[in-house]
């Protein structure tokens, strides 16, 4: 197997995570409410869900991906280059959720590429090449998006240089398609059978996140992955009072998590900070995640994971309401700064709070039916993307203090839920190594 075509997807991700922002703030631009920021990210979270199982489960039965994942690309190369033609936030809301569709579905094939025609002994390796190839490219949309308008936009104003960066972004799919066809490998051998995809399950959903994963609430990945193999029957009489209550913890505190991200983009604009920095503010928030992964899995190893993760939550509940009152402070540099430094705290509780969550859930799942309550637990994220996406935008109506602090809330109370577990310690992982 060549990983060359692992280079252009890389140019692909980069429209990804510029999209991820870019979109939000186009709306914003035309006039977008709060509430219809909200129904933006909602309709994004419950679209990509389906389209990962959709997708899926149409790789694992077909001969040959390279169309899938060719004319995935190509379709995000389209929506990127029309959007900025779209005069309607509700055209915008329904274009972003057939984007995120798109970006959604491709994400399990191009799983099931970079695995097939190898030894399962080499999958753990070529995911994480995968997911670190995706997260560069994620945070490279990003830093585009910071640049660009700061370079550009004093020379032909902040919404030329908008338009021009959505198709600076669709030039990127595009090439990414081209890139993706000619490199992309043919493998005889294909992923088919139950245990290798259950197995693929299960590598995923005890990995690390990847730079993107603190804005992004779901992973529409992962949950297929997760939810391969989810046999309902077998989860009879198998929920033990500690996992269902902190099963609830995490849907209180991830519906509390995109209560926050939803209205964010149109808090910051509102605050007088233009395109560019508030590019850069999400690219320090995703930072702040990916430098933790790997010191929460060690302190995972040692410590009481509730302790861990209530602990994580609570400075995150802490931090969601002063990044209003941050946001209003007079003097525009010291808002931008200071904005950013609690960003990049929200970014470092994610850090924390996905590894360990993922521990615990490791730690209380019954060992016969682990991967099915992985599972459940990967599909909460992508119902609290939805419900906390609407609620965090509808409360934004009245206030943006009012929205984060209801977002911080719910936070509080998952934390207080994990708190009121007995103690948590790492132990056998899915793997067979400690949980981390």
């Known amino acids: 197997m060549t990983d060359r075509w692992l280079y252009p997807w890389g140019l692909g991700s980069v429209a990804f995570g510029g999209a991820s922002l870019l979109v939000p703030l186009y709306a914003v631009q035309l006039g977008a ?13 419950l679209a990509g869900a389906p389209g990962a199982v959709v997708f899926g489960r149409l790789a694992d039965r077909v001969s040959v991906r390279r169309p899938l994942v060719v004319g995935t690309l190509a379709v995000v190369a389209a929506c990127l280059a029309v959007i900025p033609f779209v005069s309607t936030v509700t055209a915008v809301v329904v274009a972003n959720a057939a984007l995120w569709l798109v970006i959604a579905a491709v994400a399990p094939v191009v ?17 994480g090449r995968l997911n670190k190839f995706q997260g560069y490219g994620w945070a490279g949309g990003l830093l585009v998006g910071t640049v660009w308008p700061l370079a550009v936009g004093r020379f032909v104003g902040v919404e030329t240089a908008m338009r021009t960066l959505f198709w600076m972004f669709a030039a990127c799919g595009a090439v990414s398609a081209a890139g993706t066809a000619w490199t992309l490998p043919r493998p005889d051998d294909h992923v088919t059978s139950p245990r290798q995809l259950r197995r693929i399950g299960r590598i995923l959903a005890t990995s690390r996140g990847s730079i993107r994963g603190t804005t992004v609430v ?34 209180l505190f991830l519906s509390g998590s995109a209560a926050f991200w939803a209205p964010l ?18 690219l320090l928030a995703s930072l702040g995640s990916a430098v933790l992964y790997e010191p929460a899995g060690r302190l995972a190893s040692r410590y009481d994971l509730r302790r861990l993760q209530a602990g994580a939550l609570a400075v995150r509940a802490v931090s ?19 904005v950013g430094l609690w960003l990049a705290i929200i970014g470092g509780t994610w850090g924390v709070m996905a590894v360990v969550g993922t521990a615990i859930v490791t730690h209380l799942a019954p060992p016969e039916v682990r991967g ?16 906390g996406g609407l609620l965090g935008g509808w409360v934004a109506t009245v206030g943006y203090v009012a929205a984060f602090v209801i977002a911080a809330g719910l936070v509080l109370s998952g934390a207080a839920l994990v708190l009121s577990l007995e103690r948590v310690s790492g132990g056998p992982s899915v793997d067979g190594r400690r949980s981390r």
Do not use: C, K
């Not at 099915?372 to 419900?387: C, F």
């Open 33 to 45: 409410s709060a509430f219809q920021l909200g129904l933006l990210a909602s309709a994004a979270a």
């Open 111 to 127: 799983t099931m590429v970079v695995v097939d025609a190898t030894p399962e002994s080499a999958w753990a390796g070529r995911i």
């Open 218 to 251: 779901f992973s529409p990945n992962r949950l297929y992955w997760s939810t391969r193999a989810l046999r309902p029957e077998r989860l009879r009489e198998r929920f033990s009072p500690a996992l269902v209550t902190y099963l609830l913890a995490a849907a």
């Open 265 to 282: 983009p149109l808090a910051l604009t509102d605050a007088g900070i233009g395109s560019g920095p508030v590019f850069g503010l999400y």
């Open 320 to 338: 969601l309401p002063v990044v209003a009152l941050a946001a209003g402070i007079g003097i525009v540099s010291f808002r931008f700064g200071f």
């Open 372 to 387: 099915e309550i992985l599972g459940v637990h990967a599909a909460l994220g992508a119902v609290a993307g939805g419900v």
